[in-house]
Nanobody, 121 residues
């Protein structure tokens, strides 16, 4: 049974940092490109970043230079280090398999419950 469990969200002031974690189970992570996606209130879900099994990455323009995606295949974990957070980063963050890295398109079959990130003073 495929499971994705996100954690690490919270309330942070503008300019602050958070590190999100995604624990994957039920499949071998190193065979898949993984990604982080987010959905803000009233908006559609959007791609944030994807990372290939080889380590190659892509980022949404809005987070380039501020967010860093990484993975630990041995632990079946994916991470998102977020720095210089802005109020517009407020959203529920999800990890999922990334189907198309260039467009940050997810594979919609499996989603975790997400983790809430709120950036506010």
């Amino acid at each position: 049974q495929v499971q994705l469990v996100e954690s690490g969200g919270g309330l942070v002031q503008p300019g602050g940092s958070l590190r999100l974690s995604c624990a994957a189970s039920g499949f071998t992570l190193d065979s898949y490109t993984m990604g982080w996606f987010r959905q803000a209130p009233g908006k559609e879900r959007e791609g944030v970043s994807c990372i290939r099994s080889s380590g190659g990455t892509n980022y949404a323009d809005s987070v380039k230079g501020r967010f860093t995606i990484s993975r630990d295949n041995a632990k079946n974990m994916v991470y998102l280090q977020m720095t210089n957070l802005k109020p517009e980063d407020t959203a529920i963050y999800y990890c999922a398999v990334c189907m198309i890295v260039a467009t940050l398109r997810p594979w919609d079959d499996y989603w975790g419950q997400g983790t809430q990130v709120t950036v506010s003073s």
